[in-house]
């Protein structure tokens, strides 16, 4: 195969730029520094023989595929240990694993729950432990019969004065912990959560180090029985697992005590709120964000990539088959997905810096930020997952037939994206706790400033303009965004209190408005999205050239929103004669964007190893890497399977 050839199309696609990739790829990795120290970093690895695979992930087994990826994760964090900074090692390196590291956990949930919760003793005594991986740990908070509910918890650490002890235990089989990555095989420390109890009363749920396996031999340890729950529809190699724990003693000082305490007497000193441990799992859903844009980023490169090269078809009679990018629904399934990466990224940049600073606040004892940046964050994540997954199938049904096959790549982003639907959060209780909040606000139970992101519900709805300007400016779009979460808002709180006044117990009454609650938390989200957008394009550095490219793509995503629920922005006022032009401007932005669509999914600079695709590939070998790959399946080993001796043979031969 000519790999070193780039395919034709491919190459006239990128002439036809009408701005710079490299300057849309520094901005995208927030300046030209932090791409060059990106480069370099990939450079250790992309090149490195031990992370080549040799066999395709997909034709491996699910404990080879669990092997392959931890072998390939200490290879990675040995190299990182060498250089300065492990950390920023290992974010650029843990791109090159095609199925989820057995050390994520560790490093994205261990490491920082026991950072945030830990105190400054807890820390001396095991963070250098588990930064140096001489203990690797976990998070064990669902069970299995218990997720989202916390309260609902039923794993139980009860406090013996006379030995000073903590004793844990899962006392009900649905009590049992159930889907902690790194667990199954890898761990040998859990933070469990649990209810504590003390002097016969249960305080709610708190962190608690266990040690699950033996330093010596990784024997798991009197009392614990931990194993491995199966395979998944993705992050096969993370040993996701399950904890059984009877009569497991720990000592007192191993309950994380930074925010509440139990004295060595029993008594117990309650934190200053309750949320306070909630913080490990509001970090994970603003780095949650991160991920969705960068996977859809991954699918859209794929998919636009393979749609450049990929002819089929004609638009006119006697002339040649077409690039399948030339079809406006293709362009109308791919282009907008370009965009939501780029909102999702200008959101995760937004809710980032959200989170900084509440966690400041917390450190100082102010917590006041620390409720709207739960609702928040729950919202985002749910709505962004949800998204981020239908945008992800979408890109794969875009490539036809050959994104059905596991080597396209397309399945593991999808199968990592989806299962964020349902981890950190059931994406509907999500919803309902972003809904509450809500409506908390509403009715002025709990206080906002006027700049908060909820602020804009303490204010008059804003009526619609009958007449505007064509193309609408972004700030207009906003604004219909905005007068769209306050219509449903309203529309929710309205629901909820007919119940109520017909008779109905308020917690029967929010049941019985689930939908319109939903709704409501779905259009605030999406308003925040949108303003962040927004913001994130037009305060770009960049050459103007460039901006107005991305200001293009960021009309797409609000406009094709609007298009797809049409019946919301109805609901506001706006005409159908207004949304017919708007439909209209969402068309030329497609015919517009057209000719970058290459562009644009090559900024976000993807290394063929990263992709691990053949439709996506950088020089559009498609079918040839197609071919060579399907030599390499296990099936193909042989000329003849060994199922013909055994059954087609006999009957072929026989005599019926």
Same mark, same amino acid.
């Given at each position: 195969?000519?790999?070193n ?10 002439k ?13 990795d927030?300046?030209?520094?932090? #791409? ?18 040799k ?22 964090f ?5 250089l300065?900074d492990?950390?920023?090692i ?5 791109a ?16 920082? #729950? ?27 908070? #669902?069970?299995?019969g ?23 235990n899962?006392?009900t089989?649905?009590s ?14 859990a933070i ?9 009363k ?8 266990v ?30 697992g ?14 994380l ?26 970090? +994970? ?11 859809i ?9 393979y ?39 200008? #959101?995760?940049?937004a ?14 004892g ?42 396209s ?50 204010e ?11 193309p ?26 007919n ?15 689930? +939908? ?9 989200v ?5 303003q ?9 550095? +960049?050459?103007?050239?460039?901006k107005?490219v ?15 629920q ?7 006022g ?47 070998n498609?079918?040839e ?16 399977h ?15």
């Amino acid at each position: 195969m000519a790999k070193n050839k780039v395919n034709e199309d491919l190459v006239r696609e990128r002439k036809n730029a009408s701005f710079n990739i490299k300057e849309l790829t520094n901005f995208l990795d927030g300046s030209k520094e932090k #791409t060059n120290r990106r480069k370099e970093l990939e450079q250790l690895f992309y090149n490195d023989p031990e992370l080549q695979d040799k066999v395709p992930v997909d034709y491996l087994s699910h404990s080879e595929i669990y092997d392959d990826a931890l072998r390939k994760s200490l290879h990675i964090f040995h190299r990182a240990m060498e250089l300065a900074d492990p950390q920023e090692i290992l974010s650029i390196a843990d791109a090159i694993l095609q199925e989820a590291s057995p050390l994520t956990v560790h490093f994205v949930m261990f490491i920082p #729950t026991l950072m945030g919760l830990a105190t400054e003793d807890q820390q001396a005594k095991w963070l250098p432990d588990a930064l140096e991986m001489k203990i690797i740990g976990t998070y064990a908070q #669902t069970e299995l019969g218990h997720g989202t509910f916390l309260r609902g918890l039923e794993t139980t650490s009860t406090y013996d004065p006379t030995s000073e002890e903590f004793v844990l235990n899962t006392p009900t089989l649905s009590s049992v912990k159930w889907w902690p990555g790194s667990l199954g095989k890898t761990a040998n420390f859990a933070i469990v959560l649990a209810q504590l109890c003390t002097k016969g009363k249960s305080y709610g749920i708190h962190p608690f180090m266990v040690q699950i396996r033996s330093l010596d031999n990784h024997q798991p340890l009197s009392g614990i029985t931990v194993g491995e729950i199966g395979p998944k529809v993705g992050f096969k190699a993370s040993d996701n697992g399950f904890l059984k724990l009877d009569n497991v003693r720990i000592p007192r000082e191993n309950m994380l005590m930074k925010n509440a305490q139990v004295t060595p007497s029993g008594e117990y000193i309650k934190p200053k709120s309750d949320k306070l441990n909630y913080g490990t799992m509001v970090f +994970v859903r603003v780095l949650i964000l991160d991920m969705v844009s960068y996977n859809i980023a991954r699918a859209a490169t794929i998919a636009i990539r393979y749609s450049a090269i990929r002819r089929q078809a004609q638009i006119l009679p006697n002339e040649p088959e077409v690039q399948i990018l030339d079809y406006q629904a293709q362009q109308y399934k791919l282009l907008p997905m370009v965009a939501f990466s780029h909102a999702c990224k200008a #959101t995760f940049i937004a809710l980032m810096d959200t989170y900084k600073t509440a966690t400041q606040n917390m450190e100082k004892g102010d917590l006041a930020t620390l409720p709207e940046l739960h609702a928040t964050s729950s919202g985002l994540k749910a709505l962004c997952t949800d998204n981020g997954s239908a945008a992800i199938e979408i890109c794969r049904r875009a490539c036809g037939g050959h994104g059905y096959l596991q080597i396209s790549g397309i399945h593991r982003i999808y199968a990592a994206t989806v299962a964020a639907c349902t981890y950190e959060g059931e994406n509907t209780v999500l919803y309902l706790q972003t809904a509450r909040y809500i409506m908390k606000v509403l009715k002025g139970q709990q206080p906002v400033a006027r700049n908060s992101v909820f602020g804009y519900l303490l204010e008059d709805s804003k009526s619609i303009p009958s007449r505007f300007e064509y193309p609408p400016s972004l700030e207009t779009l906003v604004g219909f965004y905005r007068a769209a979460a306050q219509k449903m808002t309203i529309k929710a709180a309205a629901r909820v209190q007919n119940f109520i006044d017909a008779g109905k117990l308020p917690e029967i009454a929010w049941n019985l408005s689930h +939908v319109d609650l939903i709704l409501c938390a779905k259009a605030h989200v999406q308003y925040y999205i949108v303003q962040k957008y927004m913001d994130w394009v037009l305060g770009s550095p +960049v050459p103007n050239n460039l901006k107005e490219v991305l200001k293009q793509l960021c009309y797409l995503y609000m406009l094709q929103n609007i298009h797809e629920q049409s019946g919301i922005f109805m609901m506001i006022g706006l005409s159908e004669i207004q949304l017919s032009k708007m439909h209209d401007y969402m068309l030329e932005m497609l015919n517009l964007l057209r000719p970058n669509a290459v562009a644009l999914v090559d900024a976000f600079d993807f290394h063929d190893l990263v992709l691990n695709s053949p439709l996506g590939c950088f020089d559009g070998n498609v079918y040839e890497r197609l071919y060579e790959l399907a030599q390499k399946t296990p099936m193909n080993q042989k000329q003849v399977h060994e199922s013909y001796y055994k059954y087609l043979q006999p009957v072929m031969k026989s005599k019926l």
